[in-house]
């Protein structure tokens, strides 16, 4: 598995991602809500992709508004 923080500019880092066919990703990021809403968007790219899992948690140290 293999872990990968986005880049100053939103991308992630390709090298990390280069596991190849059938392998595992997992991709953790802290995200700051100062709206109250949280917007998840995919962008397209070419080949199949599989997304089997997304869960979006609370951090339990910060407290909620």
Do not use: H
């Amino acid at each position: 598995m293999a872990q990968a923080a986005p880049e100053p500019d939103g991308k992630i880092d390709e090298a990390v991602l280069a596991a190849g066919t059938g392998s595992t990703t997992v991709r953790r990021y802290t995200v700051k809500v100062v709206d109250g809403q949280f917007n998840l968007r995919f962008t397209p790219r070419v080949g199949a992709v599989l997304i089997d899992t997304i869960r979006v948690t609370e951090r339990p140290d910060v407290p909620t508004p």
